[in-house]
């Protein structure tokens, strides 16, 4: 038995008929094709899955894609304007070497934005516990966490 959903994914509508089981991380890699957030744990441990759903971060590997029809998702590869402009975060991951093997990346950068949307000015405790949910086995989180930081210093 399938359920129709309809979701706007970084702009664009899509309306699909799925299996209610169907995790929302799998329906964005596997039904829609956007591969660029990862499945680290699917135990909703690590982050590396983390999209936009209606405004809020959300590890997508917690949530059905039945449970997101009507929302309007925002993946990694939305986060850059249509001119291709990279958003502040992904200027603040490149300048500061916020990444190493790059797999935790997309859900850093989703998790860093919505730190940055809830307060354009946080202290260095306050981006270290933003990123709390998200897990890094390469960095040691120091650049990260300077990333965020040149972020917010580049504002909107
Ligand atoms: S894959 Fe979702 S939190 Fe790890
Ligand atoms: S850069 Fe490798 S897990 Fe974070």
């Given at each position: 038995m399938t359920q129709t959903i309809s979701v706007t994914i970084n702009g664009k509508p899509y309306t699909h008929d799925v299996e209610?089981?169907?995790?929302l991380i799998h329906y964005l890699r596997?039904?829609?094709?956007?591969?660029?957030s990862h499945i680290g744990c699917?135990?909703?441990?690590?982050?590396?899955c983390t999209v936009e759903v209606d405004g809020r971060a959300i590890k997508?590997?917690?949530?059905?894609?039945v449970q997101a029809n009507g929302a309007s998702i925002l993946t990694v590869e939305g986060l850059a304007d249509a001119s291709g402009k990279m958003h502040r975060v992904q200027e603040g991951f490149w300048n500061e070497h916020g990444?190493?093997?790059?797999?935790?990346t997309p859900g850093m950068l989703m998790v860093s934005k919505q730190i940055l949307d809830r307060n354009p000015s946080p202290t260095e405790t306050e981006i270290r516990e933003g990123l709390d949910g998200n897990l890094c086995r390469?960095?040691?989180?120091q650049h990260i966490v300077k990333a965020v930081q040149a972020a917010a210093k580049a504002g909107v």
């Amino acid at each position: 038995m399938t359920q129709t959903i309809s979701v706007t994914i970084n702009g664009k509508p899509y309306t699909h008929d799925v299996e209610p089981r169907l995790l929302l991380i799998h329906y964005l890699r596997e039904v829609v094709g956007l591969t660029g957030s990862h499945i680290g744990c699917e135990t909703s441990l690590c982050g590396a899955c983390t999209v936009e759903v209606d405004g809020r971060a959300i590890k997508s590997c917690t949530m059905f894609a039945v449970q997101a029809n009507g929302a309007s998702i925002l993946t990694v590869e939305g986060l850059a304007d249509a001119s291709g402009k990279m958003h502040r975060v992904q200027e603040g991951f490149w300048n500061e070497h916020g990444l190493q093997c790059g797999f935790c990346t997309p859900g850093m950068l989703m998790v860093s934005k919505q730190i940055l949307d809830r307060n354009p000015s946080p202290t260095e405790t306050e981006i270290r516990e933003g990123l709390d949910g998200n897990l890094c086995r390469c960095t040691g989180y120091q650049h990260i966490v300077k990333a965020v930081q040149a972020a917010a210093k580049a504002g909107v």
